[in-house]
C-alpha cells in the first residue's frame, strides 16, 4: 500500500526506541510504533488530525501523545540525541516562511495559541529559523513571526560556534554586532556583505556557494505537508512537528551510509 511508505522502517524505529520514555508498571500503552506512525502519517500528508487511518489506532490516541509527549519533551530529547553528531566545522543559518492556514489563525481566547504568526508579504506566516551543519542537516531550530528580522531572530542560535568554525549566512545577517560576537568566540562570519557597506568585511565566495545546503534542507523539510503549511494552533506544537520531520531527516541520513 502506498501510505505504508510514510511509516518508520526497522533502521529507523531502532534509533527512536530506545529515546521513548519508559513505563515499567501500569497499564500498557497503546504500541508505541503503531501511535508514531500515525504521528508521521498526519505530518508527510498534512490532513487533519482526525483523519489519521484506524490501522495506526484511534486518532485521538496519537493527537494526545503528541501531546504529551511534547510537554514532557519527548520529541526535544529525539531532535538533540539524533543531531548530537553534527559536523561543526563549517554551518549555515538561513529562515523560511510558511503560510499560516485559516484553521491555525482562528485562535480562540486571549490570543495565545496564535504566537509566532505575524504579517508579511505572504500574508499570515510563521518563519522557521534552521542552522545546518556541513552536510545540510539540523542543529538548531526556532520559530519567529513571519515580519521578524532574520539577523536579530538568529542571535541566540549561535552560542555552538566557536574556535575556527565558520558561518554561512545570506544579507539578512549582515551585521557588525553578530560578526563581532562570532569573533570573541574565535568563530568567522563569511556572511555576504549589504552592496552600501563602507566597511566591507572579508568574503569568500567560493565558501558561499556552500550555503545552498540550508535551502535544501528546507527543501526536505517541507517534503512534509504538516510543515510546510502550519495547521497548528500552537506554535509549540507546531515546533514539535518541525523537529519530528528533522528529526526523520537525520535518521534517513545516518540509514544512507549505514
Known amino acids: 500500500m502506498a501510505a505504508r511508505r510514510y511509516e518508520l522502517s526497522d533502521f529507523e524505529w531502532s534509533i527512536i526506541e530506545p529515546l521513548l520514555p ?3 508498571r501500569g497499564v500498557p500503552r497503546v504500541d508505541d510504533r503503531r501511535v ?4 508521521y502519517w498526519r505530518l508527510r500528508t498534512g490532513s487533519p488530525w482526525a483523519d489519521i487511518p484506524e490501522r495506526y489506532g484511534p486518532s485521538t490516541t496519537c493527537y494526545n501523545r503528541f501531546v504529551r509527549w511534547r510537554k514532557l519533551g519527548v520529541w526535544d530529547r529525539i531532535f ?5 553528531a553534527y559536523d561543526g566545522d563549517l554551518q549555515m ?8 492556514h485559516q484553521h491555525a489563525d482562528a485562535a480562540p481566547g486571549d490570543g495565545t495559541h496564535a504566537r509566532c504568526m505575524g504579517r508579511s508579504r505572504g500574508g499570515l506566516t510563521t518563519k522557521i529559523h534552521a542552522l545546518v551543519d556541513a552536510n545540510g542537516l539540523p542543529i538548531t531550530l526556532k520559530l519567529s513571526e513571519g515580519q521578524a528580522h532574520d539577523g536579530r531572530s538568529a542571535a541566540d542560535m549561535l552560542d555552538g560556534l566557536g574556535n575556527g568554525q565558520i558561518l554561512l549566512a545570506d544579507r539578512a545577517y549582515d551585521s557588525d554586532a553578530l560578526r563581532a560576537a562570532l569573533a570573541e568566540r574565535g568563530a568567522w562570519a563569511n556572511i555576504k556583505p549589504m552592496p552600501r557597506r563602507r566597511n566591507v568585511p572579508a568574503f569568500s565566495a567560493f565558501l558561499y556557494r556552500y ?4 535551502e535544501r534542507f528546507f527543501s526536505k523539510l517541507k517534503h512534509f505537508r504538516a510543515v510546510a503549511t502550519r495547521y497548528e494552533k500552537h506554535d509549540a506544537n507546531y515546533l514539535a512537528l518541525v523537529k519530528l520531520a528533522a528529526s526523520r531527516i537525520w535518521i534517513r541520513a545516518y540509514e544512507s551510509v549505514a
Not at 538533540?80 to 548530537?84: D, G, H, L, M, P
Not at 543559518?93 to 499560516?100: E, L, Q, Y
Not at 550555503?211 to 540550508?214: D, E, H, I, K, S
Open 211 to 214: 550555503r545552498n545546503l540550508v
Open 36 to 39: 508514531l506512525n500515525g504521528i
Open 80 to 84: 538533540a540525541a539524533v543531531s548530537a
Open 22 to 24: 519508559n513505563k515499567p
Open 93 to 100: 543559518v538561513d529562515s523560511s516562511s510558511i503560510r499560516v
